[in-house]
């Protein structure tokens, strides 16, 4: 399991599917998602999903790239599919997040440590 999530998070952008991490993990696809899941809390799909999302947010912060440039960058194929699930998991639109994160001037480890998905207040 520690193999498929060190490939996703190495090659996040690149088009990674069950069956292609279940080999890397050296497992059945069926045992691959149920271990994985039970192991660390999330789907296979929601974890690359999360791992895509944390990298936009970053790039979104530090770059004055546009968001449909950063939707492909980070392995989403679509800018609509992208917006959803950034939301999703931030809470706010890729633009409402980069308006917030640029008025807001503080140290890099803080705004990493409160703006990771899940953290600070009032999130879930």
């Known amino acids: 399991m520690l193999r498929a999530r060190d490939a996703m998070d190495r090659a996040y952008a690149q ?3 069950v069956p292609a991490l279940a080999r890397i993990a050296h497992v059945s696809e069926a045992h691959f998602t149920r ?14 999903q999360r791992r895509r ?5 970053a790039l979104l ?7 449909t440039d950063i939707c492909f960058e980070v392995g989403f194929g679509s800018p609509g599919t992208f917006s959803r699930t ?12 980069r308006k917030q994160a640029m008025a807001q001037p503080v140290p ?5 440590a409160w703006t990771r ?6 999130r879930s």
């Not at 271990?35 to 690359?48: D, I, N, S």
């Not at 912060?61 to 968001?67: D, F, I, K, N």
């Not at 998905?117 to 009032?122: D, N, S």
């Open 117 to 122: 998905p899940g953290a600070g207040a009032g």
């Open 108 to 112: 890099t480890c803080f705004a990493m």
């Open 15 to 17: 088009p990674l599917d």
């Open 86 to 97: 950034f939301r999703d998991i931030v809470g706010q639109s890729p633009r409402e997040y």
């Open 53 to 57: 999302v944390e990298r936009a947010m």
């Open 35 to 48: 271990t994985f899941r039970a192991v660390f809390g999330e789907t296979p799909h929601r974890y690359l």
């Open 61 to 67: 912060r530090e770059t004055g790239r546009s968001v």
